[in-house]
């Protein structure tokens, strides 16, 4: 049976500047999660080699909160699992297309609405407190 990783976490946190200035504001995220059925989860923002499945994708009172499963099937995936089981990586990023945004002083953007792309594991995120944590994990073989 393939090994998988039950993870979850918040992508994006609603009212905090990432490290370019931009700042997801509450509702961003609404309107693509109603019309998109599925939304990839990467590793690193690689789009060649999905290395999970997302079950659950919602905006809650912090952010864009995800629960998804890590599947060792490729390469890529026994990577991704391997360092979050270890507790390498624990970074959540997500990629998107802006819809609706206005301009923040001095620098960054609000974004107002966004077109939910994927969400990736990674090392850094570009916002910080855009964390990953375990829910269970396999045993391990003897």
Not at 32 to 54: C, D, N, Y
Not at 110 to 128: C, G, Y
Request: hydrophobic share 45%; proline share 6%; no cysteine.
């Amino acid at each position: 049976m393939p090994q998988t990783l039950l993870i979850e976490g918040h992508a994006s946190v609603f009212d905090l500047a990432d490290l370019a200035g931009d700042v997801v504001r509450r509702g961003a995220f609404a309107a693509s999660l109603r019309h998109r059925t599925h939304v990839p989860m990467l590793f690193q923002h690689e789009a060649s080699e999905p290395i999970g499945v997302w079950r659950e994708l919602r905006e809650d009172k912090r952010g864009l909160y995800v629960r998804g499963e890590i599947l060792a099937e490729g390469p890529r995936g026994r990577t991704a699992l391997s360092l979050v089981r270890s507790g390498a990586i624990d970074g959540l990023s997500i990629g998107f297309r802006t819809r609706r945004f206005s301009g923040r002083s001095p620098r960054g953007r609000e974004l107002i609405e966004l077109d939910l792309w994927e969400v990736s594991i990674v090392t850094f995120p570009m916002l910080p407190q855009a964390r990953l944590r375990l829910v269970s994990q396999p045993a391990l073989a003897a």
